[in-house]
Nanobody, 116 residues
């Protein structure tokens, strides 16, 4: 049974940090690239960061470059998104996506609210 679960969201003040986790099971995790997306209220879902299946290649949206760091641990079937210097505009539901060829798995998301 495939399962993808995000965690680590919450309320944080501007300038603060959070680490989101993505726990996956039910498939061969090491084959899959990970992408983190986010969707703010009233806006379309946007790609935030991505990492290759082996973890050697990462990409970031311009809006988070230098502040966010994506990683994955194939031994633990875990993905992570470290978010630093958070801004109010980072407020959104964050989703973990795992992709291998034409197969896509999604979690249900975790809410991040950046507010004073």
């Amino acid at each position: 049974q495939v399962e993808v679960v995000e965690s680590g969201g919450g309320l944080v003040q501007p300038g603060g940090s959070l680490t989101l986790s993505c726990a996956a099971s039910g498939f061969t995790f090491s084959y899959y690239a990970i992408r983190w997306y986010r969707q703010a209220p009233g806006k379309e879902r946007e790609l935030v960061a991505g990492i290759s299946s082996h973890g050697g290649v990462t990409t970031y949206a311009d809006s988070v470059q230098g502040r966010f760091a994506i990683s994955k641990d194939n031994a633990k079937n875990m993905g992570y998104l470290r978010m630093n210097s958070l801004k109010p505009e980072d407020t959104a539901v964050y989703y973990c996506n795992l992709r291998f060829s034409v197969v896509d798995y999604w979690g249900k998301g975790t809410l991040v609210t950046v507010s004073s």
